[in-house]
């Protein structure tokens, strides 16, 4: 009896020191962004809470408020012994890219062009693939997508071109040098398009158009019956067919994976691609008008629907 007590009590003393082991050998990870205004800080914290959630390790935040310089996040890394950090936001990442090198891998999520990019990222921009393949299945019928975008984001068209023919889609990409012939453009566009065949694709890359051009395209491809799709969460709401955008607790768990594999990359390369953590919200009246139809199964495809009850 005795024997067996102490057996006991030295099996749960070891199991004692391999758990003291383990904590003090996990590999922390930190998450920075900056003390920022709702709704933008619910942003970073469902983005950490994907990450707290899915990295094995420890994950700590450290949040840059107004007068945090890198020195401060320096000593902070320090500090808290990081092995790694992913940086949230564009001035994140731009106090992250003043520290001193280090063996401490750092990457980004943040809204940038590939050619900017300093450091690993993940674009806050939704994947084209994922874009198309989603599109596809809400829209069966259509088979050309029609893109208004700057002349500067034209890498983002080239992508998006190579990846829609992937799912029977061709884009057609009309340039414009600035805002005055942005809205030309959007006319133009409107006037040619083919119901039943064509969608046009709202700010795929960069800023929507102002709220007075935007609500002529809406009330232009409302009376002519024609699909609108967007990148931006607020279009859906003000009468967009479907608006995509970011799962960004999942994009939590997406970051956790990139910043893995990067530990991976022994080279100097930067590796920029945009995020595959995708959702699907659909305007319901905007989706009546133009006579489709979503049953209770085809529904659970839309992460948000509008109008809500309370708008109802």
């Known amino acids: 009896m005795v024997v067996g007590i102490i057996k006991i009590k030295l099996w749960l003393f070891v199991f004692y020191l391999m758990l003291i082991s383990e904590i003090l050998h996990a590999e922390r990870l930190a998450v920075v962004y900056p003390e920022i205004r709702e709704p933008y800080r619910q942003i970073f914290l469902n983005i950490y809470k994907g990450i707290e959630t899915s990295f094995e390790g420890q994950v700590s935040a450290y949040v840059l408020e107004a007068a945090s310089t890198s020195d401060d996040l320096l000593l902070w890394l320090n500090q808290q012994k990081m092995n790694g950090a992913i940086v949230l936001g564009n001035r994140s990442m731009r106090t992250a890219l003043s520290l001193p090198s280090s063996t401490l891998r750092i990457v980004g999520a943040v809204l940038i062009q590939p050619d900017d990019a300093k450091l690993s990222t993940i674009t806050l921009v939704p994947s084209p693939n994922v874009v198309f393949k989603k599109l596809v299945k809400v829209l069966p019928k259509i088979n050309r997508v029609h893109v ?20 029977s889609l061709k884009i057609l990409a ?38 007075a051009i935007l609500k002529v395209i809406l009330q232009e491809a409302w009376r002519k019956k024609l699909p609108v799709i967007s990148s931006s969460l607020a279009d859906v709401k003000r009468g967009a067919l479907f608006s995509f955008y970011t799962n960004n607790i999942e994009m939590g768990k997406e970051l956790v994976n990139f910043w893995k594999s990067e530990q991976q990359n022994t080279t100097n390369v930067i590796n920029v691609q945009p995020t595959e953590s995708i959702e699907i919200a659909v305007n319901l009246r905007t989706a009546n008008h133009l006579d489709l139809f979503y049953s209770k199964k085809n529904r659970k495809a839309f992460g948000l629907m509008y109008p809500t009850p309370q708008d109802r």
């Open 148 to 167: 208004v975008y700057r002349r500067q984001n034209a890498w983002f068209i080239e992508t998006s071109t190579k990846e829609a023919s992937k799912h």
């Open 174 to 211: 009309h340039g414009a040098g600035n805002a005055r012939e942005m809205a030309y453009l959007y006319r133009q566009v409107l006037n040619n398009m083919e119901p039943g065949h064509d969608v046009l694709w709202i700010a795929p890359y960069g800023r929507s158009p102002d709220k």
